[in-house]
């Protein structure tokens, strides 16, 4: 049923092989332009759907499209004209779309069936619907069925300029109407509350937002395919989501998404018409996304990752510069002072129940950090160590004293709690919890090994 | 039409339908009861990488390592869709939607790079299911339907469907009570002591594994009507645990023997010359059935006061 390959639709639209690759033909590039423009105003779209938690009504929308493209290519066939003209068949499509939304919402209204399971159950029988009717279609006389399958899996290389220029205006139609109901919708996404007093009724805004919904799918059916163009919805906007928390930014991050991705998705198409180019869309989408998962600066995972490790060896560093301070003080001498000595790591980490390698491993970052010197297998406080190590320890004893002032641990309990919670402890707080602000305060427990 | 053409031409493609369908509508009422049903939308599209790695790996058309190239692509599935839920903090529709039109773009593009779609496994299979491709022709008359040689003849995708559809029974005989708290109170469940989590990861597995049995006979969309439809129908009409989920699968197997026949057969036997996608009309009947059953329940005037 996939289109064959030198169906009309093709020969007419695509410039010569060769030829259009060297020059990048006037239809290769009004191509890739409608596309862009239909991202463009997808990824606007996409936003709000995203965050009014409409995103996956387009998966509805989009295969409650077949049968109406399919009907639609039947019943101009039977009327004599050229079935592959585009606005017939998109205006089937809107239709069938707007009926699977209303189907939506009656399903939904059972309140047995929810939004999920009404959507699932919608795309899924108007789609079978579809395709009983192509298989119909394939037994009438005529060309009636001529490219219909691309509207399932898109093939913008089979693109003639007029249907990139026709799906280009009612992207932009879509665009256009986003924008003027940019008011409406950003106070029914954020403030529902505002939007009731302002007197804008809910029920029309998302009755818009649906509307905006089928336009732009129905615009993307034949360059993306009725089974993804969902994804143009919510892939854009999803990446755009991990990115920034403002709106205006988010609906141009999402916008500019969904543009690369659209005209990635056409320029794979144009260099290898056998892929669909819904699914190259698609996947530069993905690509989006998951750059973005990965390395988005506030949600993203690497960054994630980095900061709890790099919050993890801080906490180590203190805990190291702590022992080795405590050590000192357990054998009577202060860092400084003329007792001043060096510390085996062994005892370090024995006093920190750490297997040794870890001490050693933290020792030579420190003293690559110039905060202890290592001779040996011992360590000693540089005076920036020292600094940093009294300001560890004055935090960790201020957090103890403190949990011990109120009674919530006793002394062994309040030692481990506070070697979880001081790390924040800036030395302003520390000096507000502690008894006497100026001093160091002795240890409310015996120095040395961890129990 | 002879006895011989319907054992040979419309036997498998009505067991196929009856299999599949069936599984299907058995697990469908957990996905509805679950509140799940989008899962069961994003498992039937995110195996199909799974199956074209697993049939590109091993060259042939084999069920197992199709099978278990689906189940890992669906495990891979459901693990990322909680990690986009959680890292991007986007509601669970949009991230499913995120995560399975990638697997399913994915496994477009891995057919065309693979070189599988130029064997057998082709788009139409994906997008319009081939239930009218499967044929018995070791069947020389009613005699082969105890002819074990003959039974071995049988379309191997039936041989799939009747494992996996035998599997999905036992599991969920098995798993009868568990299911049921796991579907109306899984906070309890949990509390009981039931290992939820793993309970629900099970069921997914299942519908994957229902997903790429059922993929080959009526493609990977129209698997979601038979998950959802019947289920939603009996959903609409009984609140009793027990005729939900078998009336569910009896309703599919019905729904899937009903498609078939007026897809083809019937028209033929009354003399049309009429030849409908069988998988088609079965999804259409679905849709059918469940707006049949809103209906009646919006005219049950008790029933609709009391929910």
Sequence with gaps: MRPAAGHPARAAG??????????????????????????????????FALLRGRALVADAVGHAALPGVVLAAMIVA????????LPPLLAGAALAGVLGVLAVQALARTRRIREDAA?????????AVGVALLSYVQTMPGAAQAGLTKFILGQAAAMRAEDALWAGAVATLALALCLLLFQRLRAACFDPDFARVQGMSAARTDLALLGLIVTVTVAGLQAVGLILIVALLVLPAATARLLTYRLPRLLLLSAVVGAASGAAGAAASAAAPDLPTGAAVVLAGAACFTLALLFSPDRGLVPEALRRARRRLAAAEEHFLRAAWEAQEAAGAGPGTAGDRWTPIAALAAARGWAEARAWRLARWLALRGLVALSERQVHLTPRGAAAARRAVRAHRAVEHHLLAIGAADTAGADRLADLVEHGLSPEAASRLLPEPSSLPASPHALGGKP | ????????????ALLAALLACATCGLLGSFLVLRRESLLGDALSHAVLPGIIAGFALTGARAGLPMLAGALVAALAATLLITLVRRAARIESGAATGAVFTTFFAGGLVLMEVSGARSVDLDLDCVLFGQLETLVWLEATGWGSLLDAQALAGLPRQLHLLAGVGLAVALVVAALWRPLKLLCFDPDYAAALGFPARRLELA????????????????GSILVVAMLVCPAAAMRLL??????????????????????????????????????????????????????????????????????
Excluded at chain 2, 277 to 299: D, E, H, K, P
Aim: aromatic share 4%; hydrophobic share 55%; with cysteine.
């Design chain 2, 1 to 12: 039409m002879t006895a011989l053409d319907l054992l040979r031409l419309d036997l498998p």
């Design chain 2, 203 to 218: 069921l997914n597995m299942l519908v994957a594994a229902a997903a790429v049995a059922a993929f080959e006979a009526v």
């Design chain 2, 238 to 307: 009984t609140d009793d645990y027990r005729t939900q989920v078998l009336g569910g699968a009896a309703l599919g197997a019905a729904l899937g023997v009903a498609g078939y026949a007026l897809a083809g057969p019937l028209p033929a036997a009354a003399g049309m010359a009429l030849s409908l996608n069988a998988a088609g009309v079965i999804g259409t009947l679905g849709g059918l059935a469940v707006a049949l059953a809103a209906l009646l329940r919006s005219r049950a005037p008790g029933r609709a006061a009391t929910a």
């Design chain 1, 119 to 127: 959507i699932a159950i919608v795309l899924s029988s108007f789609y």
């Design chain 1, 78 to 85: 039977t009327l004599g004209h050229d079935p592959r003209s």
């Design chain 1, 14 to 47: 695509r410039s010569l092989p060769g030829a259009g690759a060297m020059t990048l033909g006037y239809n290769t590039l009004v191509v890739l332009a409608g596309c862009a423009l239909l991202g463009l105003a997808a990824g606007t779209v996409g936003a």
